[in-house]
């Protein structure tokens, strides 16, 4: 298929202009009298944009494919789809009647029934047919009854199940999913469908965060490297993962997540960026709390900073650290959906001295702190816009305000996804010669950004259109 575009008549920095697209690069940028010969150009696509504005496709930094394909197949059982017990019983139970099976619930968080485990589940959903819910910080599986009789948990030694004080399995497992995956009915997921989803949100780019640890695991990402897929994958896994898998996969940072319900080992932590550094690649930690944030700034104090490395999420970021993340160059990537998607959790929640600090934006980028963007899917909603809308709002689903300070203008925080795969700060520009895809709009940026909203992607010009 043809891979010159002509996108006639769109805004481009507020200027109508005609520009020619090839391969994923901005070949020419004209205006005025340049739209015949533009268009002549590339005579079998000319798309006329009609005065809608053209920009970068955006770049999603921090997203989990499989595992949103697989929430797009599941129940959702958490904030603000299910708020209460009832809620969570009839999701369950209506997810049961429909087929038979296994049923995936995703998205839990305990302001729905409190502290879940195998009896709680048991006694909303029933004990019968196996469940599994995931705990919306995508770090706990809960089983019911049955499903730990399927899986044969109790057999299980690993630090990841958690027992109750006679031994006995609670259905809490932590660190596990490799080994959940093995053992149930796989939910058949779509790939292409996510890579659609992402498009209409004039998403042209992604780098998945999963710190997967073997092939098996990104199996199910294979078809984004097909023809056809719209959006660019990076990839980056764990320390484990070997080089061999979807080489033809570009390869990002190597992804640490230190164990959450153990005591962080500094020493451990420092051994694993020593050892992504090694395969000649950035690290990025998982850091969401302010003790881990602490003790990974030590890690790499220890093991030093290689260009790219970063602070995956920095949910909690106390002012006193500003300096040691600045001058180790250490990028921020954020999440400020969660600001309006979790943020009333957040206020009842967090203990109050750490409210301040939570998702900062604004006070990072004063500081001298590179920052980029990512929605965090299937934890966050996928949609970019909606980060944009709430970066600039900071105001819950309830409509309260968490840290105003923070509130950077919408037109900053579209910069969050507008930087590289490589160089999440290096913004890219409609201009010529840049290796840029498109996203084209139905009104001027400006008009948009005043209720950012994907409502206004018209389309996107990106790798489906690429790759001969
Ligand atoms: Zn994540």
Known sequence: MTATFAIVDALVEGRVSHVLWRDGTVVHVGAGHGRQRVAALAADAVVDAAGGELIPGLHDHH????????????VPVGPPDVIDRHGFTEALRQAAAGRPGWIRGFGY????????????????????????????????????????????????????????AGGRPTGRLFGLDAWLRDRVARTPIDIAAVGRELAGYGVTGVTDMTPSAAGDDLTALAPAADPGFPVRVTITGGPDLPDDVLPAVPRGPVKIL???????????????????????????IHCVTRVGLVVALAAWRVAGVHPGDRIEHGAVIPPELFGDIRDAGLLVVTQPNLVAERGDEYLTDVEPADLPDLWRLRSLLDAGIAVAGGTDPPFGHPDPWRAIAAASARRTRRGNLLGPGERVTARRALDLFLGTADHPTRLRRIASGERTDLC????????MLENPSSAAVRRTFGADLVRA
């Open 258 to 284: 230190p164990t959450e319900h153990q005591a962080p080992d500094l020493d451990d932590l420092a051994a694993r960026i020593v050892a992504g550094h090694a395969r000649g690649r950035p690290v990025a």
């Open 109 to 164: 968080h305990e302001s729905v029934a409190g502290h879940l485990d195998a009896d709680l589940l048991d006694r909303l959903a029933g004990g019968d047919v196996p469940i599994r819910v995931q705990h919306r910080s995508g770090q706990m599986w809960v089983l019911n009854t049955a499903a730990m009789a399927t899986t044969g948990v109790g057999a299980l030694e690993h630090a990841g199940v958690e027992r109750d």
């Open 440 to 447: 084209l709009l139905d009104a001027p940026l400006d008009d």
């Open 63 to 74: 997203v989990h494919l499989a595992a949103l394909a697989a929430a797009r197949a599941s």
